[in-house]
C-alpha cells in the first residue's frame, strides 16, 4: 500500500501529527477498557532475573527511558546496551534474563546480530517491532508489534512513542508480576497512559511557537539538550533528531554532568535545552540550569506550568506543556523535542524526510 502524505508537507509532519492516534490504537490493542493488561500470554516476568535491551539509535533511547520504568516501577534490574556494542562484547547473559531487542524496521543489521547472539542464552528472547513480518519480529520467541503503522520520515518520531508507549506497558507487566504494584495501582497508571493522546493533542498545538523559536536555533552552531532520570534520554534524542536532519551539532547530556566537562561549551551562542518536567529531581535540574544562565547560556526551558512558572524567569525561551504523571512524562516531552528538530531543518532549508548520508533502516553494518 502507497502511503501519501496526506496534506503534510513532510511524512515526518505526518508522522509527528499521527502520534496521539496511534498511541491510542497501542493502548487500544494492549489494554482493556476495564484497566487491564491485555498482553501474549508469554509475557510473564515471574521468575525473570534480569531484562537485556538492546537497539540502535532512537529505539536505544526507548529502551534508555524504559531501563529507568523497570528498574522503578518493577524493581527489575535492567540494562541496556547499542547493538553495534553488545554483539562484539558478547556479554555473559543470565539463563533466567530475557533479551529484549527494539527496531522498528525489524532488519537493522546489528540488533538482528545481537538477537542472534542472545538466542538460545536466555530465557526469552522478546521484541518489540513495527514490522511484524521482519526478521527481528520472526527470530524471537515472542515479537510485540508497536501498531505506529508505515514510518517513512528517516528521524524516527511516532515508532520512538509507540515504543515507549508498549515498552512501558511491559514494565507495568512486569511491576504486577513481581507483586511490585496492585490492581489499583496497574489501573491508575493505565488511566496516566490513556491520557496521553490528549496531552499529544496540546504539545500538538506548539507547533507555531516552537517554529519561532527554531528560526533563532537554525542560527545556532551547537546546541545542548539537558535532562535528568527518564528525561535524560531524551535529551539524547532531542540531539539526535535535531542532527539528523538540521545537521546542527547537538548533544544531549544528564544534567548532573553539566559541571564534568559540557560547561566549558556555554556561551550566549549556545543554547541550552532543558526538559523538566517537575518531578523529584526538578531542583537539581533548575540548579544545573542557573549554572547556564549565569554562563549567558541561552536556556530554553520545557516544563509545565508549574516548573515554568518556579523556574522560567531568566530563561531565553519557556514551553509550557500539561501536566502529566512524571513517570511517564518522557512519552509526551518526544514531541516538543521532534518539532524543534523538525522546525529547525525547515528553518535551514534541509531534506527533512531524506537528510544527507542516512538510510531509514541500515540493513548493512
Ligand atoms: C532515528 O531517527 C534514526 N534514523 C535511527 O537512529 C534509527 O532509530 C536506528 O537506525 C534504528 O532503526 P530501527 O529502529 O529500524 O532498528
Request: hydrophobic share 45%; proline share 5%.
Amino acid at each position: 500500500t502507497r502511503v501519501e502524505k496526506a496534506g503534510y508537507k513532510h511524512f515526518m509532519a505526518k508522522e509527528i501529527a499521527e502520534q496521539p492516534v496511534v498511541i491510542a490504537d497501542a493502548l487500544k490493542h494492549y489494554t482493556t477498557a476495564e484497566g487491564t493488561l491485555r498482553l501474549p500470554e508469554g509475557v510473564d516476568f515471574t521468575g525473570v532475573d534480569r531484562i537485556t535491551m538492546v537497539a540502535c539509535g532512537t529505539a536505544s533511547y526507548a529502551c534508555h527511558v524504559a531501563k529507568y520504568w523497570f528498574e522503578q516501577i518493577a524493581g527489575l534490574p535492567a540494562e541496556i546496551d547499542v547493538a553495534s556494542e553488545f554483539r562484539y562484547r558478547e556479554p555473559p547473559l543470565s539463563p533466567a534474563s530475557w533479551a529484549l531487542f527494539v527496531s522498528q524496521s525489524g532488519e537493522t543489521a546489528d540488533t538482528l546480530a545481537a538477537l542472534r547472539y542472545a538466542n538460545g542464552k536466555v530465557a526469552r528472547v522478546v521484541s518489540v517491532v513495527n514490522v511484524p513480518t521482519s526478521s527481528i519480529a520472526r527470530e524471537s520467541d515472542l515479537a510485540l508489534p508497536i501498531l505506529a503503522g508505515v514510518e517513512i520520515g528517516v528521524a524516527s518520531t511516532k515508532a520512538f512513542t509507540c515504543q515507549l508507549t508498549v515498552l512501558a506497558l511491559l514494565a507495568l507487566k512486569a511491576a504486577h508480576d513481581r507483586g511490585r504494584i496492585d490492581d489499583v495501582a496497574l489501573a491508575a497508571h493505565l488511566d496516566a497512559l490513556r491520557n496521553l493522546p490528549g496531552l499529544m493533542n496540546h504539545a500538538l498545538s506548539l507547533s507555531t511557537p516552537i517554529a519561532a523559536i527554531a528560526d533563532d536555533l537554525a542560527k545556532a552552531q551547537d546546541i545542548l539538550f539537558l535532562g535528568r532520570g527518564a528525561m535524560y534520554p531524551l535529551a539524547l534524542e532531542g540531539a539526535l533528531k535535531l542532527k539528523e536532519i538540521s545537521y546542527i551539532h547537538a548533544e544531549g547530556y544528564a544534567s548532573g554532568e553539566l559541571k564534568h566537562g559540557p560547561i566549558a561549551l556555554i556561551d550566549a551562542a549556545v543554547p541550552v535545552i532543558v526538559m523538566a518536567p517537575r518531578d523529584g529531581l526538578f531542583d537539581k535540574t533548575v540548579s544545573n540550569m542557573q549554572e547556564v544562565m549565569a554562563r549567558h547560556g541561552k536556556v530554553l526551558l520545557i516544563s509545565d506550568a508549574h516548573g515554568v512558572a518556579e523556574a522560567g524567569a531568566g530563561a531565553w525561551k519557556t514551553l509550557t506543556l500539561p501536566d502529566m504523571p512524571p513517570v511517564f512524562a518522557p512519552i509526551l516531552y518526544a514531541i516538543p523535542a521532534q518539532l524543534l528538530a523538525y522546525h529547525t531543518a525547515i528553518a535551514k532549508g534541509t531534506d527533512v524526510d531524506q537528510p544527507r548520508n542516512l538510510a531509514k533502516s541500515v540493513t548493512v553494518e
